[in-house]
Nanobody, 126 residues
Framework: QVQLVESGGGLVQAGNSLRLSCAAS????????MGWFRQAPGKERVFVAA????????DYEDSVKGRFTISRDNAKNTVYLQMSSLKSDDTAVYYC???????????????????WGQGTQVTVSS
């Protein structure tokens, strides 16, 4: 079965960096667009970033542009989220997600995704 396993979360001071990883199994990784979402306490799960199947196409939520970078290694079936200049507002559980797609498009709606990981907690202290 499909599994997405996030890692790399933790407690970090504001202004510092953190890199999240998401290891995928049970799917043809290179056929899937990968996304990162986050959910703060009491709030809805929202889009953070997405990356196309080959890695050339990316999309970001406005508040993370210039601070976060999504990337993928199809040989390792892994997608990454490099987070820099972290702020307290970035505190949330971060989820990776996968959607099968034949092409690139707008994929910032959580309902478009087929598979989800269990999440990893990121806490930014000010």
């Amino acid at each position: 079965q499909v599994q997405l396993v996030e890692s790399g979360g933790g407690l970090v001071q504001a202004g510092n960096s953190l890199r999240l990883s998401c290891a995928a199994s049970g799917l043809t990784f290179s056929s899937f667009i990968m996304g990162w979402f986050r959910q703060a306490p009491g709030k809805e799960r929202v889009f953070v970033a997405a990356i196309g199947r080959g890695g050339a196409n990316t999309d970001y939520e406005d508040s993370v542009k210039g601070r976060f970078t999504i990337s993928r290694d199809n040989a390792k079936n892994t997608v990454y989220l490099q987070m820099s200049s972290l702020k307290s507002d970035d505190t949330a559980v971060y989820y990776c997600a996968a959607v099968y797609s034949r092409g690139w498009g707008t994929l910032n709606d959580k309902n478009q995704y087929d598979y989800w990981g269990q999440g990893t907690q990121v806490t930014v202290s000010s």
